[in-house]
């Protein structure tokens, strides 16, 4: 079975690990955890970095240390990765979907604008809802797939009407808006290192911010609230999210090989592009001229009609020969658990969700592994 995307582990991780087995460091403490925050905040062109047990931790914690608060609203991509939307619902706040650009697949800033221009209001220097009679407070751009939003547009909405910009780059990390690192743009940008993502703890994620204030609130209610010092005194609710030493030290050796994953990424993106792209009905993916993608997975669009077949049944005819693929997640405007949100527009993500297919994207795929996919989709491609 060609898989879909898997865990690169050929560099120095084994070292790394038995390093913690043996010197009895593999919990919270222990020197891994700080060096792959600082490895992390250098990647992304941030200051500051706090390691958490998940990309979701990550994403709870920053909406908590912007106070967003039950009934605030956060505009969210649509068509995403369900985990920033509960983030928004385990603070008690609604998100409002964002439908997707159709050119790039990546959060509408044009539908951002129209959304504050024409259905909120202004009163006392708070965006109000219309609708709901609700406050927006924030922005989660999504950079789905490892393409960059359009942040220039979406940081001028930001500012004009003082919304909190906190980037879920869970699937983005080394992708380049204009050449700025995705996640060091915003006012706070979080990564998950889960087992599918570009580098993996096995579990864990990461807050990054350039604001001393920010990552310093984050540590603190990742580590139970507890104050400074000996006693065990606490001022607030807080969260067991830390990573581990011993997951650190995963993430350390993974973060040292991260250039060569990009370019291997890179690499299998444009055999996939040359391959695919004279297929009539495949559209394969696209790249803005000012972002450099980090291609997380490759997708690309099957039109039915012209190809002959939709992409649920080109997945499984795919499947039949080895080949494991994936659809896109369901739009959240369609999601049952986040019934009863709000959405503006809607039906470019229904469109890339009915006809996109994510393609074997591992770092390690060999370069036959990969002309076998393309030609397995070349010879399912209709006779005209
Ligand atoms: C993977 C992912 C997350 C969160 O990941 P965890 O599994 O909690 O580490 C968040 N957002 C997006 C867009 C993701 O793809």
């Known amino acids: 079975m060609i898989p879909l995307s898997e865990p690169t582990l050929q560099g120095r991780e084994w070292e790394y690990v038995k390093e ?43 909406l908590l240390v912007k ?31 964002i439908d997707a650009d159709p050119a790039y697949w990546q959060m509408d800033p044009a539908l951002v604008a129209s959304f504050l221009k024409n259905q909120c209001r202004m009163a006392h220097g708070m965006v109000i809802n219309k609708k709901t009679k609700r406050r927006v407070k924030a922005l989660m751009p999504v950079h789905i797939l490892g393409h960059p939003c359009d942040m220039d547009a979406l940081m001028t909405l930001a500012r004009r009407y003082k919304l909190s910009v906190i980037e879920d780059a869970s699937e983005a990390l ?18 998950s290192f889960n087992g599918n993502k570009t580098i993996t703890t096995g579990g864990g994620g990461m807050l990054v911010t350039s604001d001393r204030k920010t990552s310093h609130y984050a540590k603190y209610l990742t580590t139970q609230a507890k104050e400074a010092g000996d006693e065990y005194i606490h001022r607030q609710i807080g969260y067991n999210y830390r990573l581990t030493n011993l997951q650190a030290a995963l993430g ?80 959240l405007h369609r999601s049952p658990a986040h019934r009863g949100a709000m959405v503006v527009g809607g039906s ?37």
């Open 174 to 191: 080394g992708a380049l808006y204009h050449g700025s690192p995705v996640g060091s743009m915003g006012h706070i940008g979080c990564l």
């Open 67 to 97: 106070g967003i608060q039950p009934n605030d609203e956060v505009l969210v991509s649509d068509l995403t990765f369900i985990a920033p939307a509960n983030a928004i619902r385990y603070v008690g706040a609604w998100p409002v979907f």
């Open 252 to 331: 350390c050796a993974q973060i040292e090989r991260l250039k060569f994953y990009l370019n291997k990424k890179r690499a299998l993106a444009a055999r996939y592009d040359e391959g695919l792209r004279t297929i009539p009905g495949i559209h394969t993916m696209p790249e803005a001229p000012w972002a450099k993608s980090s291609f997380w997975l490759y997708t690309l669009l099957v039109n039915p009609q012209r190809f002959g077949m939709t992409s649920r049944d080109l997945h499984k005819r795919l499947l039949k020969k080895g080949i494991e693929t994936r659809s896109l997640w369901q739009p």
């Open 348 to 384: 470019v993500a229904d469109d890339l969700w009915r006809n996109a297919l994510s393609l074997p994207s591992t770092v390690n795929l060999t370069e036959k592994e990969q002309q076998f996919v393309i030609r397995s989709i070349r010879s399912l491609a209709r006779r005209l």
């Open 20 to 62: 913690c087995l043996d010197t009895n460091w593999v919990s919270y403490l222990g020197p891994f955890v700080t060096r792959f925050e600082k490895a992390v905040a250098k990647v992304v062109g941030a200051k500051e970095a706090v390691a958490t047990s998940s990309g979701t931790a990550a994403l709870h914690t920053a």
